[in-house]
């Protein structure tokens, strides 16, 4: 497991690099981009891991989010993971634009097709940490995380998952419950299977029901967003955290007006960066 | 001449309009891209044309260059046209990537295969400005321009041919002195012919020997460039400038390590914004 630089830009004093390497868990060659700002010339530092949504690469939150000039501003290291696994060939993975190639949903996939390749969950979990602690100037004692639609279901489940190894966790339109959206449901069918009770450890609002740690989520998520009245369910994670009596630990904002592209996510990330500067510089 | 609304954005408070209209100048259907601030709601707000570079259409600058935040907060409108006619077939127009379609370096074409599209220039100076101060809540008698690469060579000249439209100019990377390097004389050959004369129209560098206003200018280059030592020709310009007696006019900085990319842009976009701004509310 050794990384492979692709690319390197200058940017806000520090550096936007693209690495490619080996997964031993996606069985297959993949790429994410760092941002590591100038600090880390001399001392590791904290780092945000952010993950994408549907049809995304590595590329698009870095180039489209706006979030290197606030990560600049504190210091921190931005980590963007691809979505899925990257040239296999798996029968059916580029027939639809939701499932499949830039469609992981962050889980290991049990179904016989699909299990080999498909482990976004512990690549994004164990792997890709292990390698970037490895070799490159993070601080992986202080990472936060955070995501958009998928990938904002994939932050909320895996901070919910791992919470000893997050200090905070914020979404941008996250599918909320994807047990009970259209997407999560051809999703979790491909990947893991019909007994639904397996989908509920990929489910944030399944996962918050037994979870005993402390929460500090930020999420936001636009009114005029096309997917939020079928597929976030952001009504249904407001509910369950405020009938858990959660609500103090959960910062939940209906954004009006706002959609859910990177123009959104771009107007609000600059909140996101700093939420997650104050708790990982406590 | 009607807009037609290919689709809109709500970004920091204002909204990002792409919009689709049919050029005379161009003749053909064009594109781009406006953000209005929400001061545009309320009444005319000041502009800052922005021209692309080789390769890009409307789209990168507002997506990539993390522009908005600032416009945003000084109330102006960001105006990205495209870098070319679309959907005309001429030959040779897709044969490369630094000639014909991507790559109109914001003139107007006499060679008769190029003739009746490539106008760019005249739709940058006059059609697009005219449709745009009588449809949208712009002020036209506040505007300003800055670009990247082709599109910063064209800022440049555009302003220096025009200055009495323009409060004020910025660049990044321009292509300074066009007629002196390949890119300018492969366009300038293909657009304007062989007689070297007429390409003088279009190169900053000779335009600023008989320009007798005031410029008050920044431009931005990165020493990491690939493009800096056998396209941009900053040093020419810089030297034009000093020995015209007129560095005051004129703020040339050479950043350390930075490259071509939108990274570079978006490290400093936010100076030529305050930059025009200035100028915008004098």
Known sequence: MSLKEISRNKAFGGQVIKYEHHSNELDCDIKFNVYLPKEADSAPVPAIYFLS????????????SGALVEAAKHGIALIAPDT?????????????????TGAGFYVDATEPSWAK?????????????????????IDGSKVSIMGHSMG???????????????????????????????WGQKAFTGYLGKNQE????????????????????????????????????????KDTVGSLGKSS????????????????????IADHIIHHAKALKQ
């Open 249 to 268: 630990e959960w910062t939940i904002r209906y954004q009006p007006g706002y959609d859910h592209s990177y123009f959104f996510i771009s107007t609000f």
């Open 117 to 137: 390749h498909y482990r976004m969950y512990s690549y994004v979990v164990h792997e890709l940490p292990a390698l970037i602690n490895k070799s490159l100037p």
């Open 198 to 237: 397996t989908w509920k450890e990929y489910d944030t609002v399944e996962l918050l029901k037994k979870f005993n740690g402390k929460v500090n989520a930020l999420v936001d998520v636009g009114t005029s967003d096309n997917f939020l009245e079928n597929q976030l369910n952001i009504d249904t994670l």
């Open 53 to 64: 949504g549907l049809t995304c690469n590595e590329d698009n939150f870095i180039q489209k």
């Open 84 to 100: 899925s696994p990257r040239g296999v060939s798996i029968q059916g993975d580029s027939d639809s634009w939701d499932f499949g």
């Open 152 to 182: 904002g279901h994939g932050a909320l489940t895996i901070f919910l998952k791992n919470s000893a190894n997050y200090q905070s966790v914020s979404a941008f339109s996250p599918i909320a419950n994807p047990i009970n959206c259209q």
